[in-house]
């Protein structure tokens, strides 16, 4: 059984498809069906069922698939150690962020993790701050950004406190508060609200706080990203709660302070096993504290502190 073998039943795997993962993974189709072949025969199983329409895992497949990944995943960081070991940081950096991160200018990290260090794959993943810290947790991130409700903590991570934010109202700029220079929650309860779903953390933070204050309100419209929350402000079709750090990148819409608004917390996270060499050398980056991997110190000597 090689590796080889094994990239190519995650690459049809994922694709659904032996032609997609042969240009997947830059080798003639039928190389890739010989290959196959060879390890079903070796496994005494077959791996997939193939039909002119479609390809999908047989029970023995489905079986084998999260092995060939965590075998994967091993060979990469084994050679991702030896690399770092010898002063050169390579591999996989999986970093995972909600949409209204603002505590840390996450492209200008990347920028300059990517220029000391060159041969390192970035991957990003955007998502609720929930799922990030699952993913975490799972290995299936190196690093996440979050942000939470003063009441919660991720669990099951390692984390450090970036920042405190407090919400603003963000309303068309023809609404009636448009004019006003601050608001009340009490005023605002009696709004029609623009929100992400019940039960998420960017949620959380805001039906806390109105819950407080004795107040209930009416949330019309979940969507599920901040952007597309502001799109519906724009129609007027409600009223919106965001990150007043994150509302200037917003144009069309007016913003107004909240006298008794919600705070949020960002976090950045990372998995309580050792850092991958990747994962290490981007918070150092950044300028977090953690339990160093074998990470040789950037070229240049430099640090970008998180702003």
Known sequence: ??????????????????????????????????????????????????????VRLTPAGTAF??????????????????????????????????????????????????????HVRIGLCVGASDNLVEQVR???????????????????????????DRLVAVVAPDHLLAEESSVSLHRLSTEVFVDLPAGTAGRIQSDQAFSAAGLSRDVTFEVTSADY???????????????????????????????????RVEHVIWSRAACTPAASAFLTVLGIPHVQS??????????TPVE
Request: charged letters at 25%; a positive charge; proline letters at 6%.
């Open 1 to 54: 059984m090689e590796l080889q073998q094994m990239r190519y039943v995650v690459a049809i795997a994922e694709t659904n498809s032996f032609t997609r993962a042969a240009e997947r993974c830059l080798v003639a189709q039928s190389a890739l069906s010989h290959q196959i072949a060879r390890l079903e025969r070796e496994l005494g199983a077959k791996l997939f069922e193939r039909t002119s329409r479609r």
């Open 65 to 118: 698939l999260p092995a060939a990944r965590q075998c994967l995943d091993a060979a990469e960081l084994a050679a991702a150690n030896a690399a770092a070991a010898v002063g050169e940081v390579r591999g996989r950096l999986a970093v995972g962020l909600i949409p209204t991160v603002a505590a840390v200018d996450i492209p200008g990290a990347l920028r300059d993790l990517r220029r000391r260090y060159p």
């Open 138 to 164: 799972e290995g299936n991130l190196e690093v996440a950004f979050l942000g939470l409700p003063t009441t919660a903590r991720p669990q099951g991570v390692n984390s450090r406190e970036l920042a405190r």
């Open 229 to 263: 929350m502001a799109r519906l402000v724009v129609e007027g079709l409600g009223v919106a709660l965001l990150p007043s750090t994150y509302v200037p990148q917003l144009s069309g819409v007016t913003t107004i302070e909240v006298t008794d608004a919600p705070t």
């Open 294 to 303: 074998r990470t040789p110190a950037p070229r240049d000597g430099g640090r």
